[in-house]
């Protein structure tokens, strides 16, 4: 029982302590310092005014609003950053870029490399960029690696950087 005695003795100075630090605070609560009860409402038989509603409601940290002015809810904010959103990506997307970067992969065949241009806008016609590539024998010759094309690059010259090694 003596072996955690240093432990006991602290508890008990803490419930002490705590004791007389309640006993304090209830004494200082019902001593002479009178609080005013704002939750008090006004009698029923007194007209309230707006200027009386206004400085009730500042009293009690609040405010009023006339009956004019909207007030919008989490709802309608959601709906207003959506449409917004939306309408921002719209315009990201009306923008065309100068220039296009592409990365082309390893084992990527001929074909997938031309699509892969014409999703990415640097070919305006797929079909006729393979052509160009089986015409040149240059299908088995694509370099893997990071190019950046202009957009108005005209067939041979993307050809001509894909089939060399990039720039590091």
Same mark, same amino acid.
């Given at each position: ?20 630090? &309640?006993? /304090?605070?209830?004494?200082?609560? +019902?001593?002479? #310092?009178?609080? %005013? ?6 009698? =029923? $038989? ?13 009293? &009690?940290? /609040?405010?009023?609003?006339?009956? +004019?002015?909207? #007030?919008?809810? %989490? ?6 950053? =959506? $449409? ?85």
């Amino acid at each position: 029982m003596w072996k955690n005695r240093p432990f006991q003795k602290g508890l008990g100075t803490g419930f002490i302590a705590g004791a007389l630090l &309640l006993q /304090l605070m209830i004494n200082a609560q +019902g001593s002479g #310092l009178e609080q %005013q009860d704002d939750t008090a409402a006004p009698p =029923a $038989e007194v007209q309230l005014t707006a200027q009386m509603v206004r400085e009730r409601a500042e009293s &009690l940290h /609040l405010q009023v609003y006339d009956k +004019g002015i909207n #007030l919008y809810d %989490q709802e309608y904010v959601n709906k207003a950053v =959506a $449409e917004a959103s939306d309408a921002a990506r719209k315009e990201a997307a009306a923008a065309k870029p100068e220039q296009v970067t592409v990365f082309i992969t390893a084992g990527m065949s001929a074909r997938n490399v031309a699509d892969y241009l014409f999703r990415s806008g640097v070919v305006a016609d797929k079909a006729g960029f393979e052509q160009a590539l089986s015409q040149n024998q240059l299908t088995v010759k694509i370099r893997t690696g990071l190019y950046t094309f202009s957009l108005n690059h005209d067939v041979p010259d993307i050809l001509a950087q894909l089939t060399t090694p990039p720039p590091l």
